[in-house]
Antibody, heavy 114, light 107 residues
């Protein structure tokens, strides 16, 4: 069945770079959009960006200058990297599948703090 | 960016009630709206996509409707397991945008 699971560092220092991996099973990354969404106390649910089945990407301009989404289809993994972290980036980060965000991972809590 | 104005922010209902949540988009979103349920500590779960299509496993007491800028989501015969927060999402125009959420509580 379709499964998505995020793994990440938990705690990141301000100004540092966040790296999260979404490992999927039950489908091929070359057939579906994969998206990143975060949920923060300050802004609620925010769409961050996606990587299309063909590999092209789109980003929310709120993050565009510091966000990168990529994938390794051989490992069934999608990656989020965001630099210049601030305390306001503290929240839960989710990967999700499909243009309408049908399937979601369990999320990974990220705390930005020194 | 398209703004999604979701109301009400909170809702109190008795078991068996019908409740309705609305989302108004700042422009026409061509029915590309989905609705999600989120329980504390859990990821959102998609219930409805493309305005009114129930996702597999969504009970029939959930429904959605609307067009243009105005959309609604209803739960008929509220059950205890429906106590959660609900969110709309427009996926017509980039960036996708979410409503602010509605917290459904038991009266």
């Amino acid at each position: 069945q379709v499964q998505l699971k995020e793994t990440g560092p938990g705690l990141v220092q301000p100004t540092q770079t966040l790296s999260i991996t979404c490992t999927v099973s039950g489908f091929s990354l070359t057939s579906y959009y994969m998206q990143w969404v975060r949920q923060t106390p300050g802004k609620g649910l925010e769409w961050m960006g996606f990587i299309r089945s063909g590999g092209s990407t789109e980003y929310n301009s709120e993050f565009k200058s510091r966000l990168s989404i990529s994938r390794d289809t051989s490992k069934n993994q999608v990656f989020l990297k965001m630099n210049s972290l601030k305390t306001e980036d503290t929240g839960v980060y989710y990967c999700a599948r499909d243009s309408s965000l049908h399937y979601w991972g369990q999320g990974v809590m990220v705390t930005v703090s020194s | 960016d398209i703004q999604m104005t979701q109301s009400p922010p909170s809702l109190s209902a008795s078991l068996g009630d019908k409740v309705t949540i609305t989302c108004q988009a700042s422009q026409n979103i061509n029915k590309y709206i989905a609705w999600y349920q989120q329980k504390p500590g859990k990821a959102p779960r998609q219930l409805i996509r493309y305005t009114s299509t129930l996702v597999s496993g969504t009970p029939s007491r959930f429904s959605g409707s609307g067009s243009g800028r105005d959309y609604s989501f209803s739960i008929s015969n509220v059950e205890s397991e429906d106590i959660a927060s609900y969110y709309c999402l427009q996926y017509d125009n980039l960036p996708w945008t979410f409503g602010g959420g509605t917290k459904l509580e038991l009266k």
